[in-house]
């Protein structure tokens, strides 16, 4: 049971490039979500998904889209980077519940916008 | 939206004591919370969750305490070890909404 993978782990990129960061699960989670993380902050919300076909906007959705054609993944997609966007990059998964939302997240993917 | 603040708050704490990390939310709706932790280099691992009808919940060598009064949540680990050493999160949701909220974190430092 691999849980959450994301690739690549670290990625440079310059300024305008676009790249798809992947998010696979094998939990046959309904949920799932990403999140960037900077330094000295808490992890902020960019997009989720509440199952295959639906994909809801979150704190920090501006310069990035995501599609949700499976249950197992929810690739991220940066249009056109800017170095603003440079972070490390977390994907998670969970069950869906009124009362509950354990997420699980990957390992990561650091990014470098130049 | 709400949100903790934007300094990571450190803790030292000697190898075997016992230590408490606090997070303090801003919203009185959130009535569910969750502590993860996170290892240098790794994602985020749950630790313990807490729904807002409790007030205690336990786990190994893990304890979350809930004041809604004061919307504080705080993280007991008992007798620390150095595996302990890492970044934890408070996080909070809202019945009927999907989202989780997180808190800026706290770093935990063991010393041997």
């Known amino acids: 049971n691999a849980g959450v993978t994301q690739t690549p782990k670290f990625q440079v990129l310059k300024t305008g490039q676009s790249m798809t960061l992947q998010c696979a699960q094998d939990?046959?989670?309904?949920?799932m979500s990403w999140y960037r993380q900077d330094p000295g902050m808490g992890l902020r919300l960019i997009h989720y998904?509440?199952?295959?076909?639906?994909?809801d906007q979150g704190e920090v959705p501006n310069g990035y889209n995501v599609s949700r054609s499976t249950t197992e993944d929810f690739p991220l997609r940066l249009l056109s980077a800017a170095p603003s966007q440079t972070s490390v990059y977390f994907c998670?998964?969970?069950?869906?519940?009124?009362?509950?939302?354990?997420?699980?997240f990957g390992a990561g993917t650091r990014l470098s916008v130049l | 939206g709400e949100s903790v603040g934007l300094h990571l708050p450190t803790l030292s704490v000697q190898e075997g004591d016992n230590s408490i990390i606090n997070c303090a939310y801003s919203n009185s709706a959130s009535d569910y919370f969750i502590w993860y932790k996170q290892e240098s280099g790794k994602g985020p691992q749950f630790i313990i969750d807490i729904r807002s009808n409790m007030d205690k919940r336990q786990g190994q060598r893990v304890t979350v305490l809930l004041n809604k009064t004061v919307k504080h949540l705080s993280l007991q680990i008992a007798a620390t070890q150095p595996g302990d050493s890492a970044v934890y999160f408070c996080a909070e949701k809202v019945v009927g909404n999907e989202k989780l909220t997180f808190g800026t974190g706290t770093r935990l430092t063991i010393i041997p």
């Open positions: 998670a998964s969970g069950t869906r519940g009124l009362n509950e939302n354990i997420q699980y």
């Open positions: 998904s509440v199952g295959a076909g639906i994909t």
């Open positions: 939990m046959n989670h309904e949920y």
